[in-house]
């Protein structure tokens, strides 16, 4: 299983979009969103629905 590149959620198979890079690095996403937050140049650190997602699986862990 996959990770996103841009959210580290685990992509189920047969969903998202893999970006391949000029210089062969394979980038997969999990939606259109963190592809286009990722291409922006954000910080998965400092976007706030991300953190908020994060919050509610450490909880689960």
């Known amino acids: 299983m996959a990770k996103c590149f841009f959210c580290s959620q685990i992509i189920k198979p047969g969903r998202g979009k ?11 996403f999990c939606s259109s969103k963190c592809e286009k937050n ?7 650190k400092k976007v706030n629905w991300i953190r908020k997602s ?3 699986k450490k909880s689960k862990e």
């Open 18 to 28: 893999i970006y391949v890079a000029a210089d062969g690095r394979a980038m997969p």
């Open 54 to 56: 994060k919050k509610g």
């Open 38 to 44: 990722s291409k922006l140049g954000r910080n998965p």
